[in-house]
């Protein structure tokens, strides 16, 4: 658990690093976006609330797990689901220093089989949250550096996303004057109605169609690194369950919530951040409406029904193509 947890800080650190986050000048772009919307005041009640004060402390409960498997007592250590393949304290107390050997009995499982299965999961799970940033740093990246670095005839290849209307879940490209009359009025009657400080949608170059990442994990999940991030606290919180004969969990009420409540607190804070990121970034790339129809918003099972859904509706070939065909380049020259 201990190797897990500081695999996980490591990387965690490294990701914030190359992201920037320990600029004290920048700040994270949902919190920005954020900011623009609400009074000052109400941005202060949300960060002391929703930043300031829960999330150290979530920090600190998600350690909480771990003090639950090293106040077991050694009585109640199991030795795992093969009972034959468990790793002994005996065959570890002679690499030990004699005054830390203690009484604790030598049968005493240390190392059982659902330790060694939770901990080979545990590393598929950083390494799936550390291949999905990667990947949304690669994309974001070089999109950006095209964005910053073109040239008058790179304009001319740009995708204006207010050229594409959605329709029945269908994106319906527009080709006649008398279309494009209505979709200029429709589109002027959506930006009085926006909120203040909403995101509006943004041009982008047309390989980066359709503005947002889309291939690799993507394809199976609109949020694998917070899927990871999430299973991989639960996937902790069950190093516990196994630990003990008669479970830790089952010995006390605080114990069960000290073990699974953090998990599933951090379920609930991803939820609400999720909630924001996929509102910023339908503001800004309005096929994100279609990518939902497509891909699960955290597990690949939800892309697997949304398979069933769109393909029994008959709808799942015009948003495959609304979402990874390139547009028509007579619809990439914003004016």
């Known amino acids: 658990m201990f190797s897990l947890q500081l695999l996980w800080s490591v990387r965690l650190t490294r990701h914030a690093l190359k992201r920037g986050f320990y600029d004290f000048t920048t700040e994270d772009y949902r919190y920005s976006q954020l900011r623009k919307m609400i009074p000052r005041w109400f941005m202060e ?45 005996s065959s570890l107390v002679h690499l030990l220093p004699m005054n830390l050997r203690g009484n604790t009995p030598p049968t005493t499982p240390v190392l059982n089989t659902s330790d060694v299965l939770f901990f080979i999961v545990g590393l598929g799970l950083l390494y799936i949250e550390g291949k999905a940033d990667g990947e949304m740093y690669q994309y974001q990246t070089s ?17 204006d996303p207010t050229k594409i209307t959605i329709h029945d879940d ?32 943004t041009p982008y170059p047309r390989k980066y169609h359709p503005g947002f990442p889309t291939k690799g994990l993507f394809r199976w999940s609109r949020h694998a690194n917070f899927a990871a991030e ?9 190093f516990v369950v196994c630990a003990g004969e008669s479970s830790g969990v089952t010995r006390a009420g605080w114990v069960g919530g000290s073990v699974f409540g953090p998990a599933f607190a951090l379920s609930i804070l ?31 099972q939800e892309t697997a029904l949304l398979y069933l859904w769109t393909t029994s509706r008959g709808t799942r070939s015009a948003l495959l193509n609304s979402v990874y065909s390139l547009p028509a380049k007579k619809l990439t020259q914003p004016k």
């Open 45 to 89: 009640i949300i960060h002391f609330f929703a930043v300031a004060i829960p999330q150290p402390l979530l920090l600190l409960f998600l350690t909480l797990p771990m003090q639950n498997v090293l106040l077991l007592p050694p009585t109640e250590l199991s030795s795992g689901m093969i009972p034959s393949l468990h790793l002994p304290y």
């Open 143 to 159: 999109k950006h550096a095209a964005l910053e670095s073109s040239s008058l005839a790179d304009q001319k290849d740009m995708v």
């Open 170 to 201: 269908v994106v319906l490209q527009l080709h006649d004057d008398q279309t494009k009359i209505r979709r200029r009025q429709a589109s002027h009657e959506q930006s009085s109605n926006r909120w203040k400080g909403q995101p509006k949608p």
């Open 230 to 238: 999430q299973l991989f606290w639960l996937n902790q919180a069950f």
């Open 270 to 300: 991803f939820c609400a951040s999720t909630f924001l990121t996929e509102w910023i970034t339908q503001s800004k790339y309005p096929t994100y409406k279609q990518y939902k129809l497509l891909v699960g918003q955290f597990l690949p």
